[in-house]
């Protein structure tokens, strides 16, 4: 039966391994430091997915005080389609909730445009907003 739990240290390798399979890892960005440092801040965390033996998606969730924020949600190929995605981002909305959080952003990469439908379907709106970044 499939459960979802935030994630613990031990689950680093395989939800990492669940982001490299959806495509979602990207130099110079390390998922390894990624999921460590989500889940020793106090306001993220990571929750899995997992269907009784194995990890099947993964996302992380963080509240700045400000916004909710999304990262890195997969599911892997073959568990997509079933629902496990809204599932995951249900859960991580009710954490968000809980927080105080009164908005959830979230970042799609203009390449990956075909998961604004999922996105849609789930209530999120394209936002007027440009994204602008600076490496530290
Ligand atoms: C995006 C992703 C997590 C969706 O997970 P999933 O488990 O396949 O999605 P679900 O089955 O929960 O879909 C929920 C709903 O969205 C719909 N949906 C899913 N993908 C869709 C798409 N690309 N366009 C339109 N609707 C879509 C489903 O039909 C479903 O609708 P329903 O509830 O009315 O039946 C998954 O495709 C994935 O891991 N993609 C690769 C990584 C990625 O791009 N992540 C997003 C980074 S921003």
Not at 24 to 29: C, E, I, Q, W, Y
Not at 102 to 107: R, V
Request: aromatic share 8%.
């Amino acid at each position: 039966m499939n459960r979802i739990r935030e994630a613990l240290p031990a689950d680093q390798a395989e939800v990492v391994a669940v982001w490299r399979e959806c495509g979602l890892v990207r130099p110079p960005n390390d998922p390894i430091k990624g999921f460590d440092s989500a889940l020793q801040n106090q306001s993220s965390t990571v929750f899995v997915l997992e269907d009784g033996e194995r990890i099947i998606g993964a996302v992380i969730a963080g509240f700045d005080g400000y916004r909710g924020w999304f990262y890195h949600l997969g599911v892997k190929p073959e568990d997509q389609s079933l629902g496990n995605g809204r599932a995951l981002i249900t859960a991580a909305e009710e954490w968000l909730k809980i927080k105080g959080a009164p908005k959830i952003n979230l970042m799609v990469l203009n390449t990956n445009s075909k998961v604004i439908g999922f996105y849609e379907k789930l209530g999120y709106q394209v936002q007027e907003t440009s994204v602008m970044g600076k490496r530290l």
